[in-house]
Nanobody, 112 residues
Framework: QVQVAESGGDLVQAGGSLRLSCAASGSSFRLNAMSWYRQAPGKQRELVASITSGGYTSYADSLKGRFTISRDNAKNTVYLQMNSLKPEDTAVYYC??????WGKGTLVTVAT
């Protein structure tokens, strides 16, 4: 069983930056692929970025260049650095651990 908890969501002005954190339990964290998803109001949940156990990263095409996913295996934590934020980035951001373990989400609101 893996437990996942996101943090770092906040209200930020357009053009600003924010870093989300995802803490995961379990000694096998370093072996797990991790992903960030988001769900905007009235929209389906979408994949934002993923990182493998070996550090290989992938991103939604629309977010490349603005968002960066990284991991610290010593801290069992995955990060999502978000830059040049836009109002359309407003969403609840979820972290998912390999094996389909989800956190409860953290709200990011980008104001104009």
């Amino acid at each position: 069983q893996v437990q996942v908890a996101e943090s770092g969501g906040d209200l930020v002005q357009a053009g600003g930056s924010l870093r989300l954190s995802c803490a995961a339990s379990g000694s096998s964290f370093r072996l797990n692929a991790m992903s960030w998803y988001r769900q905007a109001p009235g929209k389906q949940r979408e994949l934002v970025a993923s990182i493998t156990s070996g550090g290989y990263t992938s991103y939604a095409d629309s977010l490349k260049g603005r968002f960066t996913i990284s991991r610290d295996n010593a801290k069992n934590t995955v990060y999502l650095q978000m830059n040049s934020l836009k109002p359309e980035d407003t969403a609840v951001y979820y972290c998912k651990a390999e094996g389909n373990y989800w956190g409860k989400g953290t709200l990011v609101t980008v104001a104009t």
